[in-house]
């Protein structure tokens, strides 16, 4: 589940080593591969990508976007050149990518390999549940939900941050954790920014007051550019890693709050663990908490 902090680091990371470079071949595993990559281009996944140099990583949310020529290099794809295409990826809640040697080990299921030469490497898309999604395309208007995503967690003004939270109804927790809300922030990190807030997860956005909606976007900010720091310190080169020992609450359920002692809690529901510390976050009376 990686989310915005990782997805920093394995764009940098993939920035530095791959762009430049062309994908010299393709290969999907029978099973998972139909399933996780789509072509919406109409030509073919992986007759699309084949040929094409990689000219910009950037990350959208928790999409990667992998910016790819638009004159395919080679005889085979000679026809096929003229409109720059993207590679989407969509990790969800299970996939990650690994770069490596081909003789690397494999890091889980692989379902998607580019190749690539001098020297031979491999970025593969792994998925212990095939629940990402890759998409090649044109248009990443066509990527369903893609447009409906909200402004970016690193670069939302607390203006529109403010105001935005206004329209969403519900519990903090579960509107922070919204794409349309704003994108890059799953069920980890927003248990880690409500901490830090000291704001309870299902406290009803409707009551919190200006302070607190100010203290959320410093937390929020906080939280996520020292998580990429460590992040990045954890990671190093092996963006399949997903480093969060260092957090604070999140699946830390019965151990002591690093800042007040308590315990942490956790909660269950519709299939996501919460975790808070009651003491430093109270409220949430909502539901009786
Ligand atoms: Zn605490």
């Not at 990559?37 to 094409?52: I, P, Q, V, Y």
Request: glycine share 10%; hydrophobic share 35%.
């Amino acid at each position: 589940m990686p989310e915005l902090p990782e997805l920093e680091i394995v764009r940098d990371v993939l920035r530095r080593r791959l762009v430049g470079r062309r994908i010299v071949e393709v290969s999907l595993s029978p099973k998972g591969g139909p399933i996780v990559a789509r072509d919406l281009t109409g030509h073919g996944f992986r007759e699309g990508l084949t040929n094409r140099s990689i000219e910009s990583v950037q990350r959208r949310g928790k999409f990667l976007l992998f910016g790819l020529s638009s004159e395919a290099g080679g005889q085979s794809a000679a026809s096929r050149g003229g409109r720059p295409l993207t590679l989407a990826v969509n990790p969800k809640l299970t996939g990650r990518l690994q770069l490596t040697p081909p003789e690397g080990k494999k890091a889980g299921p692989v379902h998607v390999t580019l190749r690539f030469e001098a020297p031979p490497e491999e970025l593969r898309y792994v998925d212990q549940k095939r629940m990402g999604q890759l998409y090649l395309t044109a248009a990443l208007a066509a990527i369903p939900t893609f447009d409906a995503m909200g402004p970016d967690a690193l670069e939302v003004s607390p203006e529109t941050f403010g105001s935005r939270l206004r329209r969403f109804r519900g519990e903090i927790k579960g509107v922070l954790s919204r794409e349309q809300f704003l994108a890059g922030i799953g069920n980890a990190y927003a248990d880690e920014i409500l901490w830090q807030a000291r704001l309870h997860p299902y406290r009803k956005v409707s009551s919190m007051s200006a302070q607190e909606i100010d203290r959320l976007y410093t937390a929020m900010n906080v939280t996520l550019r020292e998580s990429i720091k460590k992040v990045e310190a954890a990671m190093g080169e092996d963006i399949h890693l997903k480093p969060r020992d260092f957090f604070a609450v999140h699946m830390r359920g019965g151990q002591a709050c690093p800042r007040c002692g308590g315990r942490v809690s956790a909660i269950t529901a519709q299939g996501r663990i919460t975790n808070f510390c009651r003491s430093c976050q109270p409220g949430g009376l909502i539901r009786g908490l």
